[in-house]
């Protein structure tokens, strides 16, 4: 045994081992050997390392949180950073730009959830625990790609194949592609965390069955969320709850954290669905037709993401439905089918109609232009910059905006000049207008997101961080969802209820990626253009023969 000095220290034995280590290897006759003085030096090395390790041990707890700040992946923190920004045709990342839309965050808030984790193989494991389907195995519960339906869900014409440029229009919601058009389109990690917190209210909401209800309360897993009376239409309620789920990138075919539950919300559309297409499960009122379009466009949009053939027949047989309800003689839809029409309810009607041709359903001709007769005959004024709700009546800028987005659906040019002119004034009025009114931003926002001009540099900071404050941020059930009363009440919330509220908030704040931006992609030349199309005429169309 070495004899010690009484008083050596850690550091002072650890330097005497070394050298007798050193001195070892001077004796050693190997062709692994090392000059001994380049061994001196490594393991002098190594034992500066070593302590400087234990200095940094003695400097109590902070050595943990200061290692994971060294080694935190700025892809987290700022969602944008995923991918490098693109000039050429990219006004957002130009320096210039008042809204830059990519902002780093610090301290770094807790990460956000992103949407189909599967697709970032490298961030997998910061996810969560997905959740599979159930299985037959598991208490008898059908998942959807099992549902055989019988000979109706069967039946019906068969369509050409889906190709990748008819569903483009969808591919933007998930992985990298929705984080490059986050940072391209004007997100921000804030937006897409408060996505993520509106979903997560959304999900907790659900019903046994699978669906939900506008009046929802009963649903809450925790104390109950402020009580409110709305409507009553589940199919409306399933609908609005599964489109911001499915435009978040989250589909029932793919392993992803809310893969159950939009399975379950789907099942239960295609479960009380008539023979007919129809999807309403309520008393014929005023939230008949809208209850139906939002269903539609629901299957509609599921079908094109997760291309599961048991979805096609019931999508295609919503199609015919609204196809159908059509009146004949003004092109327009209204509470039941067959109505004179109002643009209202116009608008829910070829918004499905446009996920249908997205999914790659065919949509007949006449019902285009019975669409473009309607719009004609609500336009207030010669050059149809301005719209009504129903034809005769005085201007409304929410019919307006959601008039011109359906124009810009059915084919008119950015440049066409009544809709340079209408989304001019709509963003004027949305500047001096500060009454909340999410059914009106909703449509107003995709709008101008597709002219991409300096009214949508200047409106999309302000609606996105709006619907960012207004969000309910605390611990009770309400978390995550947005309040149709606070901080102002909301002119049809109140109606429609928190549900709605929530939906409707969250498809804005998606409008970066839920659809690529409309005149960059295979949907350029709208509906229209793709009904007289030669191929299109000689497709089968989608009503029933």
Known sequence: MDARPPNEGRPQRLQRWLDRVARRYEDTDSVYSVPSWGLS???????????????????????????????????????????????????????????????????????????????????????????????NEKGGVKILTDLSGGGALRGGPQFPSLSA?????????QGLDRAQLVRREGGTVHSE????????????HQAADGSWSLNFQDHCQADPCPPQRAMESDTAATGLALLPLLGAGYIHNVKCRHQDTVRRGLEWLVQHQQPSGDLFTGPPGIAYMYSHAIGA??????????????????????LAFIIDSQNTQTGGWRYAPGQAGDTSVFGWQIFALRSGHLAGLTIPRTTLKGCSDWLNSAATDSKKILYAYQPGQDVSPVMTAEALLARQLLGWPRN????????????????????????????ATQLLHNMKNKDWEKWNPEVREGLIRAQVKDQTCANGSWDPFS???????VTAGRLFQTSLSILTL??????????????????????????????????QP
């Open 41 to 135: 030096l490594l393991l002098h090395a190594l034992l500066l390392l070593i302590l400087a390790l234990l200095i940094r041990a003695g400097q109590g707890t902070s050595t943990s949180k200061d290692i994971q700040g060294a080694i935190a992946i700025p892809a987290i923190g700022d969602l944008s950073s995923l991918v490098e920004a693109e000039q050429a045709g990219d006004p957002f990342t130009k320096e210039q730009s008042p809204d830059p839309p990519s902002i780093g965050l610090e301290p770094i808030e807790p990460l956000a959830q992103f949407a189909a984790q599967p697709m970032i193989p490298t961030l997998e494991r910061f996810a969560p625990e997905l959740a599979g389907p159930r299985g």
């Open 510 to 543: 998606e409008v970066y990626y839920r659809y690529l931006p409309l005149y960059r992609t295979a949907d350029t030349e709208g509906l229209e253009a793709n009904a007289t199309a030669p191929e299109a005429k000689k497709a089968q169309p989608v009503r």
């Open 165 to 173: 440029d008819v569903s483009a229009p969808f591919s933007g919601r």
């Open 297 to 318: 466009m629901t299957l509609c949009e599921a079908y094109g993401l997760s291309r599961d053939s048991n979805l096609k027949e019931p999508a295609r047989r919503a």
């Open 416 to 443: 066409h000049p009544s809709l340079v002119k209408g989304a001019g004034r709509i963003a004027a009025h949305l500047e001096s207008n500060k009454d909340r009114n999410i059914y009106y931003w909703y449509y």
């Open 487 to 493: 901080p102002a009440q909301d002119r049809w919330g």
């Open 193 to 204: 965390k408060a996505v993520e917190e509106g979903l997560a209210w959304i999900v907790r």
